[in-house]
T-cell receptor, first 112, second 115 residues
Framework: QKEVEQDPGPLSVPEGAIVSLNCTYS??????FMWYRQYSRKGPELLMY????GNKEDGRFTAQVDKSSKYISLFIRDSQPSDSATYLC????????????FGSGTRLSIRP | DGGITQSPKYLFRKEGQNVTLSCEQN?????MYWYRQDPGQGLRLIYY???????QKGDIAEGYSVSREKKESFPLTVTSAQKNPTAFYLC??????????????FGAGTRLSVL
């Protein structure tokens, strides 16, 4: 069993829809949770960074962490074609240069 | 412009050949990392370094080697012992220190193929 599980998709939604991306994990000790966005043939870029349980909002993006269920989510409101990318969840035990475990990524396509 | 530069963008390797991927950063980060990305498998850690002249193996170090002679540079050599080297290779860096967030910044990647 992988430490972090993520549905690979592809997920295709119409422009303007709310998108929900999810990951589950097995190690209850994870404390730091991240979402990265990766455009085709590019390196990942950080979208959201959260510590422990709760919600964090940044513009059209909301990250949600439920440690009791070992489940994290990324919501994208008013989705745009420019949001079409692969989204990788990631998590680590500690802050500052500790090992990060990445999900395999979900490929998202927003139809105009 | 601060960032991480990986070169070349595309690289081809012949059988039995060693090839070296370059990674340079001007973010003044202490830690640097190399990942391999295969379709459907996410990022897998090859090697990482938290300080000059020191590095540790990641999860899939066999067939790879690194050096860290300068803070800004962390080249990766894919040796002939790596039998399946075709993949997208990503270099990253991060700040080290108390209170620093564990955020890794990535380069644009090098796509390695076998001829």
């Amino acid at each position: 069993q992988k430490e972090v599980e993520q549905d690979p998709g592809p997920l295709s939604v119409p422009e303007g829809a709310i998108v929900s991306l999810n990951c589950t994990y097995s190690n209850s000790a994870f404390q730091y949770f991240m979402w990265y966005r990766q455009y085709s043939r590019k390196g990942p870029e950080l979208l959201m960074y959260t510590y422990s349980s709760g919600n964090k909002e940044d513009g059209r993006f909301t990250a949600q962490v439920d440690k009791s269920s070992k489940y994290i989510s990324l919501f994208i409101r008013d989705s745009q074609p420019s949001d079409s990318a692969t989204y990788l969840c990631a998590m680590s035990l500690y802050s500052s240069a500790s090992k990060i475990i990445f999900g395999s990524g979900t490929r998202l396509s927003i139809r105009p | 412009d601060g960032g991480i530069t990986q070169s070349p963008k595309y690289l081809f390797r012949k059988e039995g050949q060693n090839v070296t991927l370059s990674c340079e950063q001007n973010l003044n980060h202490d830690a640097m990392y190399w990942y391999r990305q295969d379709p459907g498998q996410g990022l897998r850690l090859i090697y990482y370094s938290q300080i000059v002249n020191d590095f540790q193996k990641g999860d899939i170090a066999e067939g790879y080697s690194v050096s860290r002679e300068k803070k800004e540079s962390f080249p990766l050599t894919v040796t002939s012992a790596q039998k399946n080297p075709t993949a997208f290779y990503l270099c990253a860096s991060s700040i080290v220190g108390q209170g620093a967030k564990n955020i890794q910044y990535f380069g644009a990647g090098t796509r390695l193929s076998v001829l």
